[in-house]
């Protein structure tokens, strides 16, 4: 279904490396205006009214895009099961602190036995048997509900892997150490699928054009150099003709 992670010689021991946990306070307006995007991406493929909605986000990571579903009016519901990351989600917005969950999905009292919006962002990729997963979690969804994730395209490894050494990103590494699965645009279609799935849409977006992301990825360095990159991404879509974006999936049960 989907590709191993080729650094299988890495033991990780939580579900995050820890250089991805950005402790860096003065990025923060930065990951916000990322969780905007990423809000834009997924009002724009789910075609739900936002305000009525039961949303549940598996991998809540830093608390940003919780931030936004709550701020929009819906009853959100996160689970975010790396303690480190939890942590610095309620010491930096302590009102999140009844609305994310520590733990795993199966191990922690959900408020709500359906939702209408299950979300997963950058969070598949990290989880063993995955498609056994997403096959559990159709029991969290309503009759009408939707899945949408996003997880990395590493369809041309080699070259996002040479790529990521040049930039030092994940300190080397062709992958993030804690990826244990590896997707493009088929595997994923193939995920879903096999857990019982009906894709809506599978599509890329692009990352390298993206220059807040890049700003994150590259942790504030050669930032005047970074934002004339990230133009030329940005209205060339280059790194979407080659396969170096990231995916986002939208999909319903059946």
């Known amino acids: 279904m989907m590709f191993q992670n080729p650094s299988d010689n890495l033991v990780v021991s939580n579900a ?3 250089e991805m946990i950005d402790k860096d306070q003065s990025r ?10 990423t809000m834009g991406r997924i009002l724009s493929v789910i075609h739900k009214p936002i305000g009525s909605l039961r949303v549940l986000e598996i991998g809540a990571g830093a608390g940003c895009l919780a931030s936004r579903f709550v701020e929009s009016g819906v009853e959100y519901t996160g689970v975010e099961p790396s303690k480190e990351l939890y942590r610095q989600i309620i010491a930096g ?10 733990g795993h999905i199966d191990a922690v009292p959900l408020p709500q036995k359906k939702y209408d919006l299950l979300v997963m962002i950058d969070t598949l990729e990290h989880i063993p048997n995955p498609v056994e997963y997403l096959r559990k979690l159709k029991s969290f969804l309503s009759n009408d509900g939707v899945m949408y994730i996003e997880v990395p395209n590493e369809a041309l ?3 996002k892997g040479a790529m990521r050494r040049v930039l030092n990103v994940y300190s080397g590494y062709i992958t993030h150490p804690g ?14 699928s096999g857990a019982g799935y009906r894709a809506i849409s599978v599509s890329q977006y692009s990352v390298f054009g993206d220059y807040n992301r ?9 930032a005047a150099g ?10 060339s879509k280059i790194d979407l003709l080659m396969q170096q ?7 319903k049960c059946g």
């Open 16 to 18: 995050y490396a820890a």
């Open 28 to 37: 923060e307006g930065i990951h916000f205006s990322i969780s905007r995007t």
């Open 245 to 251: 974006g990231n995916l986002s999936a939208c999909a």
């Open 179 to 192: 990826h244990v699965n590896l997707f493009n645009a088929n595997t994923l279609h193939m995920a879903l």
């Open 157 to 159: 490894l080699s070259l």
């Open 226 to 235: 970074c934002k004339i990159a990230c133009t030329i991404f940005k209205y």
């Open 93 to 102: 917005k302590p009102y999140l602190e009844k609305r994310v969950l520590n």
């Open 214 to 222: 890049m700003q994150v990825a590259l942790k504030g360095r050669w």
